[in-house]
């Protein structure tokens, strides 16, 4: 086997390896798993009826987009950021290690820092939304097997993208000494912004959703090609999502250079 | 000399919160985003429409910074509560000279009247620029104030009885996001309630979670005196009930509790 394919293996192998150790941590509090999982789901079923009332009383599209079109959106955030809080459940801790110095125990293992540090946890209430987009998209959308295989490839392409945004944001602790509030607010946006339709955005605003705040790489255009399939604007949409991801493996390079150690003792289990 | 203490409890807790007030300001602009987004989406939404639901678009975003304002000023003390009960600690906390659940409520009051107040000033300013200034404004200002706080006690009160529910389960944050949701759609935190069609509006105007959204931000945007007495009556209905609820959750949540050790 030659020495890439090596460390893809083993890479894949540790993710895996910690995705069934979260998942059984979490079930060890099985009431509490349960509680939290449908609880969210609950949570997010909520937003339907606003959309319902709403598209009831103005009796027609806004802005090109009917209540399908939305529930798409929905049911691809939800399960989008489930897939990226499940599987890389400690991005939202990412500034607290460095600032802590927590980051020590990770570039002591033999694994690459950033996805050690990202897959090391699990967010129980994930499963809640991705069990809710997966049955949103059941309920509200047209079945068939591109569709299934769009789906699950831009819900994959959102929980990576919404992922990398988040450590790009979070990364600016290594510059600025702690980008907490800052990387969390930039991650709500993105999921608050892909929840309402992408044509009701005009403007400077329209610009900022293509770039600082991508909605529109993760949530608009995919829907259009779900709508209509365009191998084109898929492979853009492919480029594009590479480019979000590629910018924040760089963005924590860059910082790694500057991170001083805290001299902090820790040890993980 | 019992209200003396828990005014000085929500004082303390009002202080405090001037400390930290700079780190709010920077989470407000999530509200200016969100606010932005419902402009955004209300603009299309009304396109050459005076009035939907009686409400003009002007009208309908005001409600919006009223009601989002309610919202984002609430501290989650549900949290601290259930954290006490699971750790432990509430056992010292029971033991001093207080009602537990009246010191969360006035402690949790005090961060969130200190906090409603740039969220508001903030949503004035944005709302004024975005649509323009809400007619009546300055003349319902003072029962927009009455009514507003009144909704975030109603809750906050819901908070602290989510908080004693930690005695039975191991995680409460779930209750919360249902009442929360409840309070979105059901008490229109999200859209006016006359938007929804008549039955459905009927039953939601009645519930504890219109009392917290869309009673207070109604009143201030078409404001009339019937509409306040409505709005005053329905909270501290609601209010009284929630603390006859808390009062008896706590007695038997004290009764459940076993204190080991120390």
Same mark, same amino acid.
């Given at each position: 086997?030659?020495?890439?394919?090596?460390?893809?293996?083993?890479?894949?192998?540790?993710?895996?390896?910690?995705?069934? /150790?979260?998942?059984?941590?979490?079930?060890?509090?099985?009431?509490?798993?349960?509680?939290?999982?449908?609880?969210?789901?609950?949570?997010?079923?909520?937003?339907?009826?606003?959309?319902?009332?709403?598209?009831?009383?103005?009796?027609?599209?806004?802005?090109?987009?009917?209540?399908?079109?939305?529930?798409?959106?929905?049911?691809?955030?939800?399960?989008?950021?489930?897939?990226?809080?499940?599987?890389?459940?400690?991005?939202?801790?990412?500034?607290?290690?460095? *600032?802590?110095?927590?980051?020590?125990?990770?570039?002591?293992?033999?694994?690459?820092?950033?996805?050690?540090?990202?897959?090391?946890?699990?967010?129980?209430?994930?499963?809640?939304?991705?069990? *809710?987009?997966?049955?949103?998209?059941?309920?509200?959308?047209?079945?068939?097997?591109?569709?299934?295989?769009?789906?699950?490839?831009?819900?994959?392409?959102?929980?990576?993208?919404?992922?990398?945004?988040?450590?790009?944001?979070?990364?600016?602790? /290594?510059?600025?000494?702690? %980008?907490?509030?800052?990387?969390?607010?930039?991650?709500?946006?993105?999921?608050?912004?892909?929840?309402?339709?992408?044509?009701?955005?005009?403007?400077?605003?329209?610009?900022?959703?293509?770039?600082?705040?991508?909605?529109?790489?993760?949530?608009?255009?995919?829907?259009?090609? /779900?709508?209509?399939?365009?191998?084109?604007?898929?492979?853009?949409?492919?480029?594009?999502?590479?480019?979000?991801?590629?910018? %924040?493996?760089?963005?924590?390079?860059?910082?790694?250079?500057?991170?001083?150690?805290?001299?902090?003792?820790?040890?993980?289990? | 000399?019992?209200?003396?203490?828990?005014?000085?409890?929500?004082?303390?807790?009002?202080?405090?919160?001037?400390?930290?007030?700079?780190?709010?300001?920077?989470?407000?602009?999530?509200?200016?985003? +969100?606010? !932005?987004? !419902?402009?955004?989406?209300?603009?299309?939404?009304?396109?050459?429409?005076?009035?939907?639901?009686?409400?003009?678009?002007?009208?309908?975003?005001?409600?919006?910074?009223?009601?989002?304002?309610?919202?984002?000023?609430?501290?989650?003390?549900?949290?601290?509560?259930?954290?006490?009960?699971?750790?432990?600690?509430?056992?010292?906390?029971?033991?001093? $000279?207080?009602?537990?659940?009246?010191?969360?409520?006035?402690?949790?009051?005090?961060?969130?009247?200190?906090?409603?107040? $740039?969220?508001?000033?903030?949503?004035?300013?944005?709302?004024?620029?975005?649509?323009?200034?809400?007619?009546?404004?300055?003349?319902?200002?003072?029962?927009?104030?009455?009514? +507003?706080?009144?909704?975030?006690?109603?809750?906050?009160?819901?908070?602290?009885?989510?908080?004693?529910?930690? !005695?039975?389960?191991?995680?409460?944050?779930?209750?919360?996001?249902?009442?929360?949701?409840?309070?979105?759609? +059901?008490?229109?935190?999200?859209? $006016?309630?006359?938007?929804?069609?008549?039955?459905?509006?009927?039953?939601?105007?009645?519930?504890?979670?219109?009392?917290?959204?869309?009673?207070?931000?109604?009143?201030?945007?078409?404001?009339?005196?019937?509409?306040?007495?409505?709005?005053?009556?329905?909270?501290?209905?609601?209010?009284?009930?929630?603390?006859?609820?808390?009062?008896?959750?706590?007695?038997?949540?004290?009764?459940?509790?076993?204190?080991?050790?120390?």
């Amino acid at each position: 086997m030659s020495e890439p394919t090596r460390q893809r293996t083993n890479l894949l192998r540790l993710a895996l390896h910690y995705f069934r /150790f979260n998942l059984s941590a979490g079930m060890a509090y099985s009431t509490s798993f349960l509680i939290q999982v449908f609880g969210m789901a609950l949570n997010n079923g909520a937003f339907i009826i606003f959309w319902l009332v709403l598209f009831d009383r103005i009796g027609a599209e806004i802005a090109g987009y009917g209540f399908t079109d939305v529930m798409f959106l929905w049911a691809l955030a939800a399960s989008g950021f489930g897939l990226s809080v499940v599987v890389f459940g400690n991005t939202h801790q990412l500034s607290r290690i460095i *600032y802590t110095g927590e980051l020590d125990v990770y570039l002591l293992q033999p694994r690459p820092v950033l996805l050690n540090v990202l897959l090391s946890r699990t967010v129980v209430s994930g499963w809640g939304d991705l069990l *809710y987009g997966l049955s949103l998209f059941v309920i509200t959308q047209p079945m068939s097997l591109t569709g299934w295989l769009l789906f699950l490839l831009f819900t994959i392409l959102m929980a990576l993208v919404v992922t990398a945004v988040r450590v790009f944001y979070h990364c600016l602790t /290594f510059f600025l000494g702690n %980008a907490e509030g800052f990387a969390q607010l930039a991650g709500e946006l993105v999921i608050s912004f892909m929840l309402y339709p992408g044509s009701i955005f005009r403007g400077p605003a329209a610009w900022l959703l293509h770039s600082l705040i991508p909605a529109a790489f993760v949530a608009y255009i995919p829907a259009r090609i /779900f709508a209509s399939f365009d191998p084109g604007t898929l492979l853009i949409v492919l480029a594009a999502d590479a480019v979000i991801v590629a910018a %924040a493996f760089l963005m924590f390079r860059l910082g790694l250079r500057r991170y001083e150690s805290g001299n902090l003792i820790g040890s993980r289990m | 000399m019992t209200i003396r203490k828990y005014a000085t409890i929500f004082s303390i807790a009002g202080r405090d919160q001037f400390v930290y007030l700079p780190s709010f300001l920077v989470r407000n602009v999530f509200f200016l985003i +969100i606010l !932005f987004i !419902f402009y955004s989406l209300w603009r299309v939404v009304y396109g050459d429409a005076n009035t939907i639901a009686g409400f003009t678009m002007v009208q309908t975003l005001w409600y919006l910074t009223f009601t989002e304002a309610i919202e984002l000023s609430q501290t989650r003390i549900f949290n601290p509560i259930s954290q006490e009960v699971k750790d432990g600690t509430i056992a010292y906390s029971i033991a001093r $000279p207080y009602s537990y659940v009246l010191y969360w409520i006035c402690r949790g009051m005090g961060e969130n009247l200190v906090k409603v107040v $740039p969220l508001l000033l903030e949503g004035f300013l944005i709302a004024t620029i975005m649509v323009g200034p809400l007619p009546g404004y300055l003349s319902a200002l003072p029962f927009g104030l009455i009514v +507003i706080a009144g909704g975030i006690l109603v809750g906050t009160t819901l908070q602290a009885i989510i908080g004693l529910l930690a !005695f039975w389960f191991e995680e409460v944050m779930p209750f919360w996001w249902i009442v929360q949701k409840l309070i979105f759609v +059901i008490g229109g935190l999200f859209i $006016p309630i006359d938007f929804y069609p008549d039955w459905l509006a009927r039953i939601a105007r009645a519930t504890p979670f219109a009392f917290a959204a869309y009673w207070p931000a109604s009143t201030w945007v078409a404001f009339s005196r019937e509409r306040f007495l409505i709005t005053i009556g329905g909270q501290v209905f609601y209010l009284a009930l929630f603390a006859l609820v808390a009062a008896l959750l706590f007695r038997a949540a004290v009764r459940k509790l076993h204190i080991q050790g120390g």
